[in-house]
């Protein structure tokens, strides 16, 4: 089974779009904003102690961040402060094991008068909303950190979270059979190893191993848990698709990096929930991708 994230504030930077024209679903305009935090901070007296959306502290022994979409506070200030109090907890986890480590290796080096092996730890924490819609909000999750060794780390995850409600919806909210889904997905992944560099007669191994590492379990029923986004769709007020990411290790060696798959709204019609039916629809938009309309 793969390591899934095990909760939405596990967490990492993804790349925001700069498009000229917004998609519809694309978080909230600024003015929107800048509005609702004006409204959240007037709460402030129920968001926890220290609570701010941009955070950095630097030690002798670390460096670390967090920030959270401002359209995450606008939306739901409940869960913007859950994600941050989760943040912060990694961040001070973070800097002490970053204290304790340079003790330990400078204890090292005065014992057998090497070097001393510590490098600087370091930690970024990132929430950012990929969709907004009227009762729900799809937040991406990305968390970098260096411990020392041969590279840095990430991980990604995703939740979509109704206003009002603490927990994620998990994948049964929005479709009807997981299996075909899972099927969808294994699909999109296959074409993505393949356009990544494995051979086209690798494909039946690949999906081989990838139905062996997505096969839910009695620990894990849904394997799709913390790493669901609603997509941006070209269709106002809908869902272009749902995107499913992964860590690096999650489904390949970590020179393969992380995956990022999108089942579109027209594949997903056949095994939508009645709930969420008439909420995909046109083609979904990466967050990567401009969104160009042509004057007529």
Not at 67 to 87: G, S, T, V, Y
Not at 170 to 184: G, M, R
Not at 200 to 216: D, G, Q, Y
């Amino acid at each position: 089974m793969i390591r899934l994230l095990a909760s939405a504030c596990v967490c990492v930077l993804l790349v925001a779009a700069c498009s000229p024209v917004a998609p519809a679903t694309d978080p909230v305009d600024e003015a929107g904003v800048e509005a609702a935090v004006e409204a959240a901070a007037a709460e402030a007296a129920t968001a926890p102690e220290g609570f701010e959306l941009s955070t950095e502290r630097e030690g002798e022994n670390y460096k670390v961040t967090a920030e959270i979409d401002p359209a995450i506070l606008a939306f739901d200030p409940p869960l913007a402060w859950r994600l941050w109090k989760n943040a912060d907890a990694q961040l001070n986890e973070l800097a002490a094991s970053a204290d304790e480590g340079r003790r330990m290796a400078d204890e090292d080096a005065a014992a057998t008068g090497n070097p001393s092996w510590f490098m600087g730890y370091t930690l970024d924490i990132t929430h950012k909303a990929t969709v907004v819609l009227e009762d729900v909000i799809s937040v991406s999750d990305m968390v970098g950190t260096y411990t020392g060794g041969a590279h840095p780390n990430y991980f990604l995850g995703g939740g979509i979270y109704r206003k009002g409600e603490e927990a994620a919806l998990p994948l049964s909210a929005f479709v009807t059979d997981a299996a075909a889904f899972n099927d969808l997905v294994i699909k999109a992944l296959v074409e993505e190893k393949i356009e990544r560099g494995y051979e086209p007669m690798e494909s039946a191994s690949v999906e081989a191993s990838l139905r062996e590492l997505l096969v839910p379990s009695a620990e894990a029923p849904d394997v799709y848990t913390h790493n669901l986004l609603l997509a941006a769709s070209t269709e106002p007020g809908k869902a272009g698709g749902i995107t499913v990411v992964f860590s690096p290790y999650d489904i390949g060696a970590y020179a393969e990096g992380s995956y990022e798959v999108t089942i579109p709204a027209d594949a997903l019609t056949p095994i939508l929930t009645e709930a969420w039916a008439g909420r995909f629809g046109g083609l979904p938009v990466s967050q990567e991708d401009e969104l160009v309309i042509e004057e007529p």
